[in-house]
Nanobody, 123 residues
């Protein structure tokens, strides 16, 4: 399984971005897919997840109301739409997928497959 993120760039505070994650397999084969982010010296943070069965979503409080996770099963794509961006959102963003039906949905240990990351910088 390969995941490739794209869409990261430098934006001003208050701006918007949409990150994309191309998945080499059908997204329906994964129980859940998610976005994480990481900054130097901090643990990888789970910020948004979506269940393939019913598209139920879950978000970290830090992004709730500003970020939206979605998927396009016809294109095997995962997206993260981000708005009202803040400097604290600056991070490397990763997409991840899991076939596990157990575990905390925003816990990195639940996820098996990861992309290489895309950098988002907000200033």
């Amino acid at each position: 399984v390969q995941l490739v993120e794209s869409g990261g760039e430098s934006v001003h505070t208050g701006g918007s971005l949409r990150l994309s994650c191309a998945v080499s397999e059908r997204t329906s084969m994964f129980y859940v897919m998610a976005w994480f982010r990481e900054t130097p010296g901090k643990a990888r943070e789970g910020i948004a997840a979506i269940y393939s069965r019913d598209d139920f979503t879950d978000y970290a409080d830090s992004v709730k109301g500003r970020f939206t996770i979605s998927r396009d099963s016809t294109k095997n794509m995962l997206y993260l739409s981000m708005s009202s961006l803040k400097p604290d959102d600056t991070a490397m963003y990763y997409c991840a997928t899991s076939t596990r039906t157990y575990g905390l949905v925003l816990d990195a240990s639940r996820y098996t497959y990861w992309g290489q990351g895309t950098q988002v910088t907000v200033s």
